[in-house]
């Protein structure tokens, strides 16, 4: 089993930074994918990026590109989020997940753990 909590949500101002952690507990983080999700009022949940085991692989959705980066620190059982240059189309609550095997997927049914969100505000 593993355990995943997500801080570092909040409001801001459009055009602004934030920094998502997920700390994971429970096994050993060190040999999984971890993925960034989010869920806006009235949709779907939206791959956001997705970081291989040993952090060289990554994957981001195109709407974010340039703008977010997903990394890990596999000593502390951490994976981050840094957003950057925020719109308010990214106001949504931010998810992360752990899939306990190979490969960095984008689907979110690919994944096997999911942490409890936070919620991200980006105001015009």
């Known amino acids: 089993q593993v355990q995943l909590v997500e801080s570092g949500g909040g409001l801001v101002q459009a055009g602004e930074s934030l920094r998502l952690s997920c700390a994971a507990s429970?096994?050993?983080?060190?040999?999984?994918?971890m993925g960034w999700f989010r869920q806006a009022p009235g949709k779907e949940r939206e791959f956001v990026a997705t970081?291989?085991?040993?952090?060289?692989?990554?994957a981001y959705v195109d709407s974010v590109k340039g703008r977010f980066t997903i990394s890990r620190d596999n000593a502390m059982n951490t994976v981050y989020l840094q957003m950057r240059s925020l719109k308010p189309e990214d106001t949504a609550v931010y998810y992360c997940?752990?899939?306990?095997?190979?490969?960095?997927?984008?689907?979110?049914?690919?994944?096997?753990?999911w942490g409890q969100g936070t919620q991200v505000t980006v105001s015009s």
């Open positions: 970081i291989s085991w040993s952090g060289g692989s990554t």
């Open positions: 997940a752990v899939r306990v095997a190979a490969g960095i997927p984008v689907a979110a049914a690919l994944y096997d753990y």
């Open positions: 429970g096994r050993t983080f060190s040999r999984y994918t």
